[in-house]
Every structure is written in structure tokens, then in C-alpha cells.
């Protein structure tokens, strides 16, 4: 069954639209602030994410930003905002489709079918949380941890760019790409910024950072990410 994630704080709405989406055999889950919301993604992966922006805690811009950290399933921005900017800036944030409030649900609805239509197969493979032997990092919170759960500090920088390579876990990511989504295209040949910040996570996460188990080096070409799991963790 398709799981759908609604985040709004109009009690009445949400109702309406878990009413509705449930009779028409999808599984919901619903949350009425950004906090809850991303900790219900975490927990519960859904297919789909519908949200609205105008939350009591947090920005919704700022939840699209949270779950794209980690995950690639649909996200519809349902809203009030019916401005030029507040729609570029959430589908910048990442999100795949704006409706406006008030919305019909006929609209709606298709709008729905259309986004899981067009959502990448592995969409469901993707995880908030990633174990490892040595720490656990929670991309929905932004948090990482040894594994005997004490807190392992990070620059903004430091953590946008192992977010990046936790993206595409097993894949490499090429210097030009790290240095475009980090730092902006004006830095896209400044090589010695990824060497700099990649030294300081290995010194912060890998049991021995001359000789690194996750973020490993291609050289030449950028740099990989590869969790091992505690069970074939190599001596």
C-alpha cells in the first residue's frame, strides 16, 4: 500500500484529506508541525510527502530541505503562499509540485498519482538513518553519534558535504560536484577545500583517518562513500 505523509496544522484539513486519501486505499500518516513530521519520515519512510508551509515550528521549506537530505520520494507543497518567490523557493528546496489553497481535491488527487508515476523505482530503498560499526548518522535530524551513542560534532560545511556522499552511498561523487553543491560554482576548481574539510570528518568519524574505511579517495576523480556493516567490518 502507498504511504503518504501529510503535514499541516489545520486540524479540519488533515482530516479531510487522511478521510479521503484512506478511502481511496492509500496508507497515511499525518503530522501537524515540521519536527514531528521528519521524525515520522525517519521512522516510517512514505512514498510521498504532502506539506504545507506555513507550520508552527518549523518553515515547510525547511522540511523539503530535511527530507531531501536522505530520501527522493515526491514531495507536494500545499499552500496558501501563492507568490511567485514562496513557489520557486520550495521547489528549489526540492520539492516536485506546488498546489495552492484552496485546492480541489480532484486536482489533488491527480496531482498524487502523477508524482508516484514519475518517482524513481529505488525511491523505497532510501533510509534517514545510517549505521555503520563506528557511528550512526541520522540525515531526518541531522545528528551523528558513535555507536555508544555520544555525540560527534560537525561544521555546517563539513556536514553538508557527508550528506552529499551518504546520497549516493557507493557512488562517486566527483570534486567539481562537491564543490558546486558546497561552496558555489565560482569554486568549482578549488580542490584543496574538499582535501582540508575530507581530512577533518576522517579525523572525526574513521577508527583510523590515515587509512579510511568510509570516505574513501578516487583519485583523480572525487570520493566515495561505503558503510560497512558492523557484521563484515574488516579487521
Known sequence: MTRILIVDDDAALLRALRINLTARRYDVSTAADGATALTVAARNPPDLAIIDLGLPDLDGVTVVEGLRGWTR????VLSARDTEFAKVDALDAGADDYVTKPFGMDELLARIRA??????????ADTAIVTTADFVLDLAAKRLSTTAGEPVRLTPTEWHLLEILVRHRHKVVAHRQLLHEVWGPAYDTETNYLRVHLANLRRKIEPDPASPRYLRT???IGYRFTPTPPEVRPE
Do not use: C, D, M, N
Request: hydrophobic fraction near 55%.
Open 115 to 124: 508524482a508516484l508515476r514519475r518517482a524513481a523505482p529505488a525511491a523505497g
Open 218 to 220: 578516487e583519485p583523480g
Open 73 to 76: 520520494v515526491p514531495i507536494i
